[in-house]
């Protein structure tokens, strides 16, 4: 039979693996943000400066076409970073890891006064109900920011190389 201190343990479990996923998503999305936004500065710069050059001097028909083809890289790469919308992604990611991170620390207190004897039984399982609710509330929200397998095996190796400081009996269902 299991407990209610063997279900809030494994709450704190998916917590911490679901902050983790999400904060890890995060920094996925971010690299994108990067490795599209800096060349996409760096193209517009370039093209600024050939076109300045060209219209201020004499040069041949066969360079001219190169600001053409930068300005079309830029428009392709601006027109990325648009519709994938990677801010909001970062942001979403992080907001899911955050309300995680709230839901174990929750969690944490819970088993707190459920040690210290602080808390009856009624007021535990109404707590864990409530808890469990705002984790439904959080994977509804988080469908809308999915996460990778790749993700997952980061938090995972993250959680196990100790990256957080967790003890062996908090990992463990």
């Not at 904060?23 to 193209?43: C, K, M, Q």
Request: with cysteine; charged share 30%.
């Amino acid at each position: 039979m299991t407990t209610l201190n063997d279900k809030i343990k494994k709450v704190k479990v998916d917590c911490l693996y679901g902050k983790k996923k999400h904060f890890n998503a995060a920094d996925r999305v971010e690299s994108y943000h990067y490795w599209l936004g800096i060349p996409l500065t760096i193209i517009n710069i370039v093209t600024g400066t050939v076109l300045f050059f060209i219209f201020t001097d004499n040069t041949e028909s066969s360079l001219k076409l190169l600001p053409i083809i930068l300005a079309f890289i830029a428009a392709l790469l601006s027109g990325f970073q648009t519709y994938f919308n990677f801010n909001k992604k970062v942001e979403g990611h992080r907001r899911i890891g955050n309300r995680y991170l709230s839901v174990y620390k929750s969690c944490d207190r819970l088993q707190a006064y459920i040690s210290d004897n602080q808390i009856e039984k009624s007021e535990t399982i109404e707590r864990l109900e409530n808890i469990a609710k705002e984790i439904d509330d959080i994977n509804k929200e988080a469908e809308q920011f999915p996460t990778s397998k790749k993700d997952y095996e980061l938090a995972q190796l993250g959680i196990k190389n100790g990256e957080e400081n967790y003890t062996k009996d908090e990992l463990e269902l």
